[in-house]
C-alpha cells in the first residue's frame, strides 16, 4: 500500500523553526517528484516548496530564504525545514509525491501553529 505519513509539525513561538517529515512507503521514492503545501483556514491551499524529478527546488515567494526542502531517499522521507517562522505561517502542512496521474500520492497533512 502506498502512502505518505507527515509528522513534525506544533506549535512553535514566532522566529522559532520546525522541521517536518514525509515518510513514504509502498513506493521508488526517489523517481517521484516531491511537493509540501499548506492550507490554512479560510484559504486554498497553495504550494510551499517542491523538489522536481530533475532536482530543481522552488518556493513560493512567501517563503524564500526559509524554508529549505530536502530529500534522503534512502530513508524514503522529505523533508521541510522552516526557519524565522511567523505567524502567518500557520496551517496544515501537506506533502505530496507525484510520478504521473496515476502515480500521484497526498500525506494526511499536520498542523503548524505559529502563536506566541
Known amino acids: 500500500q502506498r502512502q505518505l505519513v507527515e509528522s513534525g509539525g506544533g506549535l512553535v513561538q514566532p522566529g522559532g523553526s520546525l522541521r517536518l517529515s514525509c515518510e513514504a512507503s509502498?513506493?521508488?521514492?526517489?523517481?517521484?517528484?516531491k511537493t509540501w503545501y499548506r492550507q490554512a483556514p479560510g484559504k486554498q491551499r497553495e504550494l510551499v516548496a517542491e523538489?522536481?524529478?530533475?532536482?530543481?527546488?522552488n518556493y513560493a515567494d512567501s517563503v524564500k530564504g526559509r524554508f529549505t526542502i530536502s530529500t534522503d531517499n534512502a530513508k524514503n522521507t522529505v523533508y521541510l525545514q522552516m526557519n524565522t517562522l511567523k505567524p502567518e505561517d500557520t496551517a496544515v502542512y501537506y506533502c505530496?509525491?507525484?510520478?504521473?496521474?496515476?502515480?500521484?500520492?497526498w500525506g494526511q497533512g499536520t498542523q503548524v501553529t505559529v502563536s506566541s
Open positions: 523538489l522536481t524529478r530533475g532536482g530543481s527546488r
Open positions: 505530496r509525491a507525484r510520478l504521473n496521474d496515476e502515480y500521484d500520492f
Open positions: 509502498g513506493m521508488i521514492f526517489s523517481i517521484y517528484a
